[in-house]
């Protein structure tokens, strides 16, 4: 039961390189999700996407690029990292049960942006 | 503007007591609520939720109360056990958006 697999778990980037973060899920859900987490803070959504084929901002979207590749996976992309990008992100999936859609994460990919 | 907010960065209670964790928020269009628990180097996991329509939900150990007028929430542990020391997280959504904001964490520390 893999669940929602991150990857990579850790990265070390340099101002101005670019990256994409990899995430896939095994449940079927429709439903995916970007967040970063940073100290002290809750969870802020970055960009989400309801179902496969729509991509739609969150909350703190700038800087970054989504892709929903298919149903099973979700890409996040920083196209020219920043230090302030430096954070641990959290991609998550959910589905609707009686009227519940609780979303689901893996275990993060740890960002250090110098 | 922190519309989600858990004002105890940190809780220690006594294993086997009641561990009351809190959650106030301030936009009254929030019509949905849940709690995770996190640990260290994981993802959050979803512990228990309630809707707006409801003040009381009730999950094994684990019970979440909600009052509307004070736009107040709190979940409560009995008893507390060594596996609940967590971060314990509050979140919410509006007219079922798929956008959940999240309050900073409380920081549960069950002491034996």
């Known amino acids: 039961n893999a669940g929602v697999t991150q990857t990579p778990k850790f990265q070390v980037l340099k101002t101005g390189q670019s990256m994409t973060l990899q995430c896939a899920q095994d449940m079927n859900h429709n439903s995916m999700y970007w967040y970063r987490q940073d100290p002290g803070m809750g969870l802020r959504l970055i960009y989400y996407s309801a179902s496969e084929g729509t991509t739609d901002k969150g909350e703190v979207p700038n800087g970054y690029n989504v892709s929903r590749l298919n149903k099973r996976e979700f890409s996040l992309r920083l196209e020219s990292a920043a230090p302030s990008q430096t954070s641990v992100y959290f991609c998550?999936?959910?589905?609707?049960?009686?009227?519940?859609?609780?979303?689901?994460f893996g275990d993060g990919t740890r960002l250090s942006i110098l | 503007d922190q519309q989600v907010k858990q004002n105890s960065p940190s809780l220690s209670v006594q294993e086997g007591r009641i561990s009351i964790l809190n959650c106030d928020y301030t936009?009254?269009?929030?019509?949905?609520f849940l709690w995770y628990k996190k640990y260290p180097a994981e993802g959050p996991t979803f512990l228990i939720s309630i809707s707006s329509i409801k003040d009381k939900n009730e999950d094994g150990r684990f019970t979440v109360f909600l009052n509307k007028s004070a736009k107040h929430l709190s979940l409560h542990i009995v008893p507390s056990q060594p596996g609940d020391s967590a971060v314990y997280f509050c979140?919410?959504?509006?007219?079922?958006?798929?956008?959940?904001?999240w309050g900073a964490g409380t920081k549960l520390i069950i002491k034996p």
């Open positions: 979140a919410a959504s509006a007219n079922s958006n798929y956008q959940l904001i």
């Open positions: 998550a999936s959910s589905e609707v049960r009686n009227g519940v859609k609780p979303q689901h």
């Open positions: 936009n009254s269009m929030f019509d949905y």
